[in-house]
């Protein structure tokens, strides 16, 4: 698949100025596309895997899809984590085939029973002692490279992992203009209310483009639209670095029914109050922020035209210890989330229909999107962002001109509040 959006058009003629081309259907459909996106995206950038606490003790366990690989990450016995390939070195079985789970002292393969340590070294398996040659420091678990990051472990397949500086960390700060605007939030304090799994029948970059405008706000996010009323026109708020929709005068807080939240979390500054910040981190992280909880959003992509979103609700110690009733707080975006999925459903049925083998267009506030379809097109094959290419992300080329960091021109595009200035496509972002 290497046709470029700009080529598409349905008609064959170039679109009105008003409209930009989406990619074509096909994108979004192709198992031979969704395979290269595994092996150039997912399995080549960072990733954001599992919440830290969810392994609490060594020994404790998460299996998560990365690309075309299933990833073991584990606590080890330092408090530290591992991340491997979870796959036996010996004849290939599955070592994990739980989603999640804890082992009292070794990863034990249930084939032959090859045992390894938390370090992911072989330490025992049948017949051992009488094959003194074997190394076994050599037939240890594969490593995946792990960083931990807002309370979560990111992993990278990658031989040579992008900087995650400047792919992760840079891609908030790049957003929300600067890197203290997210460590006000202590997001790695935060702890868990609620998790959501959301198993969505739809390719994941209907997910992302959906999450990156909000010309569908007005129309099926009535709860969302009555907290931030500037969501109505259509264009997402996070197209300016660093400014969050304001909640409306009326609202007590994000829930869904505007009534109060809870304490504002203790950092965040006074101008981050009553705001809501929406954050993209290519290619599977959306992190949501308002004064008292974060909403992070972690995808899987599965199939072509299945990705699985895991969705949690952060909330200060307090408020979890205080056994306050999260309900109203988690239904906005859950309602938010299940209003957005069923509309990334009732599209991907479409990506195999005639009337959009070129694609669809977009408007004006949804332009910038066409940054997020050029990101995904330059990193597949022949693309020049392949992960360690002079042009991939994070390399000091990247940002280059507006139209390479994918800026667009918007015709009929609000002014942006004073000193603000648009943002690159990919990283932008609203519900
Ligand atoms: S495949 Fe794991 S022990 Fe044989
Ligand atoms: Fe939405």
């Known amino acids: ?29 192709d198992p031979g596309t969704f395979r290269q996106e595994q092996r150039h995206i997912f399995e080549s950038l960072w990733c954001c895997a599992v919440r830290a606490a969810d392994l609490p003790r060594p020994g404790a366990f998460r299996t998560v899809q990365v690309g075309r690989e299933s990833v073991l990450v584990v606590r080890d016995r330092r408090g530290g984590f591992g991340a491997y390939l979870n796959v036996c070195r010996h004849r290939g079985a599955r070592l994990c085939t739980e989603e999640s789970g804890e082992v009292r002292r070794n990863l034990q393969c249930p084939y032959h029973a090859w045992t390894y340590d938390l370090d992911g070294r072989l330490v025992a398996a049948p017949n051992l002692q009488r094959m003194p040659d074997v190394d076994r420091a050599e037939r240890g678990l ?32 790049e957003r929300l203009g600067g890197t203290e ?27 992302v483009e959906n999450f990156m405008e909000c010309y569908h706000c007005a129309t099926i996010h009535p709860e969302l639209t009555d907290v931030l009323p500037e969501f109505t026109d259509g264009f997402a708020a996070q197209y300016y670095v660093g400014h969050g929709a304001a909640f ?10 505007g009534s109060g939240g809870f304490a504002r979390i203790a950092g965040i500054e006074e101008s981050q109050d ?18 008292d909880h974060v909403i992070v959003h972690r995808m899987f992509p599965l199939a072509a035209d299945r990705t699985v979103v895991e969705c949690d609700w952060l909330y200060a110690p307090e408020v979890i210890a205080s056994g306050a009733d999260l309900s109203r707080s988690v239904e906005l975006f859950h309602r938010v989330n299940t209003q ?23 408007v004006p506030s949804e332009h910038h999107i066409a940054g997020f379809h050029r990101w995904v097109i330059r990193l597949l094959p022949g693309g020049p962002e392949a992960p360690g290419s002079p042009e991939a992300p994070g390399s000091p080329e990247a940002p280059g001109s507006p139209e390479a960091r994918g800026v667009p021109e918007v015709p009929g595009a609000p002014a942006g509040p004073p000193a603000a200035r648009p943002r690159d496509g990919g990283t932008s972002a609203s519900p």
């Open 181 to 207: 605007a997210i460590g006000r939030y202590g997001i790695d304090g935060l702890e868990l209310g609620r998790r959501v799994t959301y198993d969505v029948r739809a390719n994941w970059k209907l997910i």
């Open 340 to 362: 957005d999925f069923a509309a990334c459903e009732r599209t991907q049925p479409a990506m195999d229909s005639r009337a959009y083998r070129a694609g669809g267009v977009l």
């Open 274 to 291: 009553r705001r809501y910040y929406a954050v993209t981190v290519r290619p599977q992280v959306f992190l949501n922020l308002v004064p």
């Open 142 to 173: 594969l490593p995946v490279r792990l960083r931990e990051w807002l309370g979560y472990v990111w992993v990278c397949l990658a031989d040579e992992p992008p900087s995650f500086e400047e792919t992760v960390i840079g891609a908030v700060s």
């Open 248 to 257: 409306a005068d009326e609202a007590e807080g994000f829930t869904v029914d």
């Open 1 to 29: 698949m290497t046709l470029a959006p700009e080529t598409a058009g349905a008609t064959g003629t170039a679109p009105a100025a008003s409209l930009a081309a989406t990619l074509p259907g096909a994108f979004y459909t």
